[in-house]
């Protein structure tokens, strides 16, 4: 099949075309061609959303050093076999604390020695964390099973001790009360989460 030929003035031709094209498409002379902004530009991305800012907690857990501890009887909430009562922690530093869980509680008689401690806990959702300032307080709800429902040697627990501090590491808060305890260690204590006082 023959070779097709081109004329010897096509490509001339050809770049004029291209010239005149593209300078049809510019703008008059001292006019500036218009450009779609990225503001304007439908494909261009939307900008972020400040995310809402939730509850602040502090860094710092609370520990045993910072607080105070007070139990508060319930009697009208009490029955012949459950003991009932709250326990109230107080932040009695000067810096803010954290807190999160069921703290430690012990029942302890007049020598020092454990009498009973908790065993099980009082409710079944997990707690939400909270954040202690100075001078604010929470509350742990506790049930103690009174003596009258064992075959024991009765004692008297005549110190709660509550630890918050992690791993139980710290001294304990004590606080005074007086609570009828099986002797053997058999009484049942059951304490729930710590919660803000109301």
Known sequence: MPATRMHPAAPATLFAAAVLTLVGCTAPTGET????????????????????????????????????AEVVARREYSDAEIERFTIVLTNASDQACSYFGWPGVLLLDDDGNVQTS???SIGSKTPEPGTLAPGESTHT?????RISTYDCTPTIATTTRVRVTSDGAGPGIDAPSLFEVCADDESHLATGPQTPAP
């Open 33 to 68: 061609p218009t450009t779609l902004s990225a503001e304007a530009s439908p494909t261009a991305a939307a900008a972020p959303r400040a995310k809402p800012v939730g509850p602040k907690w502090s860094d710092e857990r609370c520990v045993d050093e910072q607080l105070t």
């Open 118 to 120: 908790t065993d099980t």
């Open 141 to 145: 709800d506790a049930e103690l099973t």
